[in-house]
């Protein structure tokens, strides 16, 4: 039976005033552990290295935001992440702000068990704003500081098994694990940071934890794979943020969930035959896709006219 033993490293919050060395040290605490409980993968959070610097208002080009991004990976303070990694044998999945010539971009990386960066993947669905708004209660900036990613949803025959990446956002989106699925995935991995509180347009505040849930079930059910999710979370610089991290089944259930709002590992023993049934049966995609059906979806960005078919074609007399 094919199984791959996966960690997920939930992060509490990350101060302004933590330093990158201080942050990897927790990382590599979490790493140690999951290699005693058997992980050979261990999936970390989305821009894991810092505070969630898109609540706050810079100017492209400022020193204080610049300081967030990584110029360099492994760079001096993550070398000790990929050093741990590689004397423990295992991989994994780091989210962090990535400097590439003049763009920006929120992107994470698939390390193996030798501590080589394998894969990466650059955030495409970025949440929020351009421009601050002094009456949102809080505000989300990623679309200020990021660029658009520009590597698509890209699958890796690694560590077992095929394994995609996400990061936050796109989580809610159902092309994302569809496009993942369409390359047999068999494990997404993503990391977020979910602010609560920001008012309006974020108004389901109470919601949150439910719609983090109900994405990550319903891209592993549909799509026949299993999904670790792991959060930062808590209160960072006195803005709350979601934990729920969770390591979610072929067949959509949560396995495991973390329970806190601190630097937390879980762990699943992810088995990958557990698919079978859905990708021979239900979720067969050669059998049952209509991709003729589906045109709208690359077509068209937002939602325009309804398209219908004739009367003739509905076998309907004119009207
Ligand atoms: N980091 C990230 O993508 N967070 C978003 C917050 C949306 S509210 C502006 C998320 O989808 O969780």
């Known amino acids: 039976m094919d199984a791959i033993v996966v960690g997920v490293a939930q992060l509490g919050p990350v101060q302004k005033s933590d330093t990158r060395a201080e942050v990897v040290g927790r990382m590599v605490a979490l790493l140690r552990e999951a290699a005693g409980r058997g992980c050979s993968f261990v999936v970390f959070p989305e821009l894991a290295l810092t ?15 610049e300081a967030f991004f990584e110029a360099e990976m492994p760079g001096p303070d993550t070398h000790a992440l990929f050093q741990a990694a590689t004397d423990l044998s295992v991989g994994f999945y780091l989210g962090y702000a990535e400097i590439a010539g003049e763009k920006r971009f929120n992107s994470s990386i698939l390390v193996d068990r030798t501590g080589r960066i394998i894969g990466k993947y650059r955030k495409v669905h970025l949440p929020g704003h351009q421009t601050p708004d002094p009456s949102r209660l809080g505000e989300h900036l990623e679309k200020r500081y990021f660029d658009v990613g520009d590597l698509d949803f890209p699958v890796w025959e690694t560590m077992g098994a095929r394994i995609g990446m996400c990061i936050c956002n796109d989580r809610r989106w159902p092309e994302t694990y569809r496009v993942m699925g369409l390359q047999g995935v068999e494990l997404i991995a993503l990391g977020y940071n979910t602010p609560t509180g920001l008012g309006e347009p974020y108004q389901a505040a109470t919601l949150a934890a439910a719609h983090n849930a109900l994405s990550l079930r319903a891209g592993a059910y549909q799509n026949a794979c299993w999904v670790a999710a792991a959060a930062k979370c808590g209160v960072e610089e006195g803005f709350p943020m979601i934990g729920g991290s969770m390591i979610v089944s072929p067949l959509g259930e949560v396995v495991t969930q973390a329970a806190t709002l601190e ?22 995609f050669v059998r049952h896709r209509r991709p003729e059906a589906y045109a709208l979806i690359t077509e068209r960005q937002g939602a325009g006219d309804p398209v219908q078919p004739t009367r003739a074609q509905m076998g309907l007399p004119d009207a």
């Open 51 to 65: 505070s969630f610097f898109p609540r706050w208002v810079y100017d492209r080009g400022d020193a204080e935001l």
């Open 263 to 284: 630097d937390e590992l879980i762990t699943a023993r992810c088995d990958l035959s557990m698919a079978r049934y859905a990708r021979t049966e239900i979720f067969n």
